[in-house]
């Protein structure tokens, strides 16, 4: 699906701003708040407004709302423009968190599942180019078992509905990215597929366009000066690129691939630009290669998380955080644990950060309830628990998110899973046919997921069906608490184990201590900030011993929201940052690691390169 953009046959008009607000009266006690039965059919009776980007649940101080399972309702006016006669008139919907329903005054006119993709609808016969239409757009935020991520909703004594799920961040809803209105021509391009290559100094370009009906199409290639570099005059096709400039990690490079669809006369009708940069990625032995090179991962777990704005995507914080990984030698991050707004992918694309990019598979595993709940064990996949259906939603946001990703050059890896019972009966089933449904969308890039502490070496069900093997593990602070000592022996042997066995590249994935800033101790004191340190000193000693290991992710990034929980307190607190963005300690300690590294894998002796490596490897 393509990014709405403005070009010289299209036009976009954003939709952000304050929407009126009100939840479903069928679960919300109150009157001046809630919506009627049928709220798209005349103006919300409410004295609510909410903005458009952000989730609704931190903005008000009624807890009913922050804490309401079902159906939300936005709405505003919308005037289409009047020079928009003759044109397709399209309504976008970036994210509804976590079913949508989009309707035009009283007729719906589109609906979607699943809360971090999009989807849009053509309602050229629903307006008129100068006339005003009321938009009103409903949000329910419940989790199932068929629903990504899964989720359980009971009723409480007193006639409360009440959402749990298994995922350790704080289930935000609504509206958390932009919604848009825009034209596009009769005959339009409707898709763009770019996969490029290498072959010595010259780039290849393997294009597909897809347009609505049969046209005449023609590409050209553009450089970053906005030279043309190479052309076509099919809607497939080869370009090749004569001395290409590389997309690289730390050094990105783009080129525009401008496709003009033309009418009969080869006069243009619809055109449409999309970037592209010219990469390889590859998993050749126990390395993992971009442009033929070993690359080493440096980075993060993130969340889109930010107080009051809860997943509501922020420009500025946006440009804050990455530039934070800039200033201590990150050189990627992973999505966890669902995909990113597309303007954060573009950044990346544009910035030279490498991303790993997961659906929002998270919580397929029930050893966790029964871990932290103390209820019976469970089979996590079985016809009661996670079945056909619930792989059925599995794969469509598989699909969705190649759909919508695919043309990055910043991703070069698809995550279709987070922590999932790999271990149990079952398991291999279930992710199977998900692990060929990723390499026939989208043969180029190498496929993960990301292994919960209970899946070892031994009893892992899936580990082979993968390229890359992402393992999450907190050995020092669920296991071996406070004994770091006995933390570093625990995790070299398991690393070794899956080395050993498996013959692939691993990287750990997830791998933290949970700090409070400003408590200190001399002793190995968890939540200190001295244990933080010493916590990522022990890991890194154990990852330089493993030949095959390509890459850590510490979690988090900053620190973030979580649900109510004895064993979380103000939310997860692992960030090398805070929820604010105000460096602890360690958030120095890696920028001391990983800055003279410059992608490269640290030496099995602990001596590293010298700081100015990294500049070097950028020029």
Same mark, same amino acid.
């Given at each position: 699906?393509?990014?709405?953009?403005?070009?010289?046959?299209?036009?976009?008009?954003?939709?952000?701003?304050?929407?009126?607000?009100?939840?479903?009266?069928?679960?919300?006690?109150?009157?001046?708040?809630?919506?009627?039965?049928?709220?798209?059919?005349?103006?919300?009776?409410?004295?609510?407004?909410?903005?458009?980007?952000?989730?609704?649940?931190?903005?008000?101080?009624?807890?009913?709302?922050?804490?309401?399972?079902?159906?939300?309702?936005?709405?505003?006016?919308?005037?289409?423009?009047?020079?928009?006669?003759?044109?397709?008139?399209?309504?976008?919907?970036?994210?509804?968190?976590?079913?949508?329903?989009?309707?035009?005054?009283?007729?719906?006119?589109?609906?979607?599942?699943?809360?971090?993709?999009?989807?849009?609808?053509?309602?050229?016969?629903?307006?008129?180019?100068?006339?005003?239409?009321?938009?009103?757009?409903?949000?329910?935020?419940?989790?199932?078992?068929?629903?990504?991520?899964?989720?359980?909703?009971?009723?409480?004594?007193?006639?409360?509905?009440?959402?749990?799920?298994?995922?350790?961040?704080?289930?935000?809803?609504?509206?958390?990215?932009?919604?848009?209105?825009?034209?596009?021509?009769?005959?339009?391009?409707?898709?763009?597929?770019?996969?490029?290559?290498?072959?010595?100094?010259?780039?290849?370009?393997?294009?597909?366009?897809?347009?609505?009906?049969?046209?005449?199409?023609?590409?050209?290639?553009?450089?970053?000066?906005?030279?043309?570099?190479?052309?076509?005059?099919?809607?497939?096709?080869?370009?090749?690129?004569?001395?290409?400039?590389?997309?690289?990690?730390?050094?990105?490079?783009?080129?525009?691939? !401008?496709?003009?669809?033309? =009418?009969?006369? &080869?006069? #243009? +009708?619809?055109?449409? /630009?999309? $970037?592209? @940069?010219?990469?390889?990625?590859?998993?050749?032995?126990?390395?993992?290669?971009?442009?033929?090179?070993?690359?080493?991962?440096?980075?993060?777990?993130?969340?889109?998380?930010?107080?009051?704005?809860?997943?509501?995507?922020?420009?500025?914080?946006?440009?804050?955080?990455?530039?934070?990984?800039?200033?201590?030698?990150?050189?990627?991050?992973?999505?966890?644990?669902?995909?990113?707004?597309?303007? !954060?992918?573009?950044?990346? =694309?544009?910035? &030279?950060? #490498? +991303?790993?990019?997961? /659906?929002? $598979?998270? @919580?397929?595993?029930?050893?966790?309830?029964?871990?932290?709940?103390?209820?019976?064990?469970?089979?996590?996949?079985?016809?009661?628990?996670?079945?056909?259906?619930?792989?059925?939603?599995?794969?469509?946001?598989?699909?969705?998110?190649?759909?919508?990703?695919?043309?990055?050059?910043?991703?070069?890896?698809?995550?279709?899973?987070?922590?999932?019972?790999?271990?149990?009966?079952?398991?291999?089933?279930?992710?199977?046919?998900?692990?060929?449904?990723?390499?026939?969308?989208?043969?180029?890039?190498?496929?993960?997921?990301?292994?919960?502490?209970?899946?070892?070496?031994?009893?892992?069900?899936?580990?082979?069906?993968?390229?890359?093997?992402?393992?999450?593990?907190?050995?020092?602070?669920?296991?071996?608490?406070?004994?770091?000592?006995?933390?570093?022996?625990?995790?070299?042997?398991?690393?070794?184990?899956?080395?050993?066995?498996?013959?692939?590249?691993?990287?750990?994935?997830?791998?933290?201590?949970?700090?409070?800033?400003?408590?200190?101790?001399?002793?190995?004191?968890?939540?200190?900030?001295?244990?933080?340190?010493?916590?990522?000193?022990?890991?890194?000693?154990?990852?330089?011993?493993?030949?095959?290991?390509?890459?850590?992710?510490?979690?988090?990034?900053?620190?973030?929201?979580?649900?109510?929980?004895?064993?979380?307190?103000?939310?997860?607190?692992?960030?090398?940052?805070?929820?604010?963005?105000?460096?602890?300690?360690?958030?120095?300690?890696?920028?001391?690691?990983?800055?003279?590294?410059?992608?490269?894998?640290?030496?099995?002796?602990?001596?590293?390169?010298?700081?100015?490596?990294?500049?070097?490897?950028?020029?």
């Amino acid at each position: 699906m393509l990014k709405p953009r403005s070009t010289a046959t299209r036009e976009l008009v954003n939709l952000d701003g304050i929407w009126r607000f009100a939840v479903d009266r069928g679960a919300y006690r109150g009157t001046d708040r809630a919506a009627g039965s049928e709220p798209w059919t005349g103006p919300l009776d409410t004295s609510l407004e909410a903005p458009v980007p952000a989730s609704y649940n931190d903005l008000f101080t009624d807890s009913a709302i922050r804490d309401h399972v079902g159906w939300v309702w936005y709405q505003r006016p919308v005037r289409v423009p009047r020079g928009w006669a003759g044109e397709r008139v399209v309504l976008r919907v970036d994210a509804a968190t976590h079913e949508g329903k989009v309707y035009l005054d009283d007729v719906l006119v589109a609906q979607h599942v699943g809360g971090y993709t999009p989807f849009e609808a053509d309602i050229t016969e629903h307006v008129r180019p100068g006339g005003e239409f009321r938009l009103t757009i409903g949000v329910n935020n419940e989790l199932t078992s068929v629903t990504m991520p899964p989720g359980t909703i009971t009723v409480s004594q007193d006639g409360r509905r009440k959402q749990t799920y298994l995922h350790d961040f704080y289930n935000y809803a609504g509206l958390a990215r932009s919604v848009w209105l825009y034209s596009k021509p009769v005959v339009h391009v409707d898709d763009i597929t770019v996969v490029t290559g290498l072959d010595g100094t010259t780039g290849t370009v393997d294009y597909s366009v897809e347009t609505n009906a049969p046209a005449a199409v023609r590409v050209r290639a553009l450089d970053a000066d906005g030279i043309q570099v190479a052309s076509g005059e099919s809607p497939n096709g080869t370009l090749r690129i004569d001395d290409v400039m590389l997309w690289r990690p730390g050094a990105a490079y783009l080129y525009d691939l !401008v496709v003009d669809v033309l =009418d009969g006369d &080869g006069e #243009v +009708v619809d055109t449409f /630009t999309e $970037a592209f @940069g010219v990469r390889t990625v590859e998993v050749r032995g126990t390395q993992f290669l971009i442009n033929g090179e070993p690359f080493y991962f440096t980075g993060f777990g993130k969340h889109e998380d930010t107080p009051v704005r809860g997943k509501g995507h922020d420009d500025a914080y946006l440009v804050h955080d990455f530039q934070l990984m800039e200033w201590m030698g990150a050189n990627s991050f992973r999505t966890s644990h669902y995909p990113y707004a597309e303007e !954060v992918m573009e950044f990346a =694309d544009r910035h &030279g950060i #490498v +991303v790993i990019d997961e /659906t929002a $598979a998270v @919580g397929l595993n029930l050893a966790v309830e029964s871990g932290l709940m103390g209820t019976p064990p469970r089979a996590t996949f079985s016809d009661e628990t996670f079945n056909e259906d619930t792989r059925a939603a599995h794969a469509q946001a598989i699909r969705e998110l190649i759909a919508r990703d695919k043309n990055h050059p910043s991703v070069v890896m698809w995550c279709i899973a987070n922590e999932p019972s790999s271990n149990e009966e079952g398991a291999r089933e279930y992710f199977e046919p998900l692990v060929e449904l990723t390499r026939k969308l989208d043969p180029t890039r190498p496929v993960t997921y990301a292994a919960v502490m209970f899946a070892t070496h031994e009893n892992d069900r899936i580990a082979d069906l993968f390229d890359v093997l992402c393992i999450n593990r907190y050995y020092g602070w669920y296991i071996a608490t406070g004994d770091l000592a006995t933390a570093e022996v625990y995790l070299e042997g398991d690393l070794r184990g899956w080395a050993e066995r498996f013959g692939k590249p691993i990287m750990v994935s997830e791998y933290g201590a949970d700090t409070l800033p400003g408590l200190h101790s001399i002793w190995d004191t968890p939540w200190t900030e001295e244990y933080q340190l010493a916590y990522l000193e022990a890991n890194h000693r154990a990852f330089d011993r493993i030949d095959a290991f390509v890459g850590e992710h510490v979690w988090n990034f900053a620190d973030f929201q979580t649900s109510n929980g004895i064993h979380r307190v103000g939310g997860n607190k692992k960030g090398v940052f805070t929820r604010e963005r105000h460096p602890k300690a360690a958030a120095h300690a890696l920028r001391q690691r990983w800055l003279p590294l410059g992608g490269r894998k640290p030496s099995s002796t602990g001596e590293q390169p010298r700081p100015d490596a990294a500049e070097e490897t950028r020029k």
